[in-house]
């Protein structure tokens, strides 16, 4: 990837979008996020390697769940903290997800899906922070039932 101000993609597009035969092109903005040209083949393909990644790691949870429960736990060495009924649950989850984002082509939900599971487990980990989640609440209004 090439990185390039957002001004001189406003003063020599030509240059730029010349770039994007060999690789995508960053443009940094002031004040406001970059901006990734690619060409549309090159995106295309991405995604579809992608798509089969999580096709492949989906199988390897069905055909050999104890090689795939060892691999995340090389990839995600915080999943080690979540009781073994959660970590199955996370593998699921996972793998769930990332089929649904290939086919989706919107990748965020896993960014979001791994945050949330990765404090799960810095709670399993604090026992102090895991007892004090525990108790009761002091508070007016109906029960919350538990997640089912």
Known sequence: MIERPF???????????????????????????????????????????FGALARLLRNMMVHNPSGLEQTVADVFPWA???????????????????????????YSPVGQMLREWKATAEIHADSKLARRLRRSIDADGDAVPVPG
């Open 80 to 106: 080690t903290f979540l009781p073994e009924r959660d970590r199955a649950a996370f593998i699921d989850e996972l793998t769930t997800t990332l089929m649904a984002v290939a086919d989706l082509d919107n």
């Open 7 to 49: 001004s001189e993609f406003l003063r020599q597009p030509n240059d730029v979008v010349a770039e994007l035969a060999n690789h995508d092109v960053l443009l940094r903005r002031r004040n406001a996020p970059s901006l990734r040209l690619s060409e549309a083949d090159r995106d295309d393909e991405r995604s579809e390697a």
